[in-house]
């Protein structure tokens, strides 16, 4: 399995952006899709968005859909969540995840490895 830690979490004004970074250990890393999903308090863990190992395909959840981009650099074992426009709905804790399943991959149990999650609080 691999390690994966996030960072880049904070409080923002709604309408701002930030940019969500989870740093994976391991010279497997590049082998893996990566995921981000978010649980706001008092709901159930969610979807966010998924990229493929090579980056070649992503997938969003409608909600973040033309706001927030996904990425991947497998030289620097990291995956990014860029997200602008934000909304007071988008506060929650935000998790990376990892997995070597096949695509289509968007349910929690498609992923293995988590981090330990970095908290994002959009203001109004």
């Known amino acids: 399995q691999v390690q994966l830690v996030e960072s880049g979490g904070g409080l923002v004004q709604a309408g701002g952006s930030l940019r969500l970074s989870c740093a994976g250990s391991?010279?497997?890393?590049?082998?893996?899709?990566m995921g981000w999903f978010r649980q706001a308090p008092g709901k159930e863990r969610e979807f966010v968005a998924t990229i493929s190992w090579n980056g070649d395909r992503t997938y969003y959840t409608d909600s973040v859909k033309g706001r927030f981009t996904i990425s991947k650099d497998n030289a620097k074992n990291t995956v990014y969540l860029q997200m602008n426009s934000l909304k007071p709905e988008d506060t929650a804790v935000y998790y990376c995840?990892?997995?070597?399943?096949?695509?289509?991959?968007?349910?929690?149990?498609?992923?293995?490895?988590w981090g330990q999650g970095t908290q994002v609080t959009v203001s109004s």
């Open positions: 391991g010279r497997t890393f590049s082998g893996y899709s």
């Open positions: 995840a990892a997995t070597r399943r096949a695509w289509p991959i968007e349910r929690l149990a498609d992923f293995g490895s």
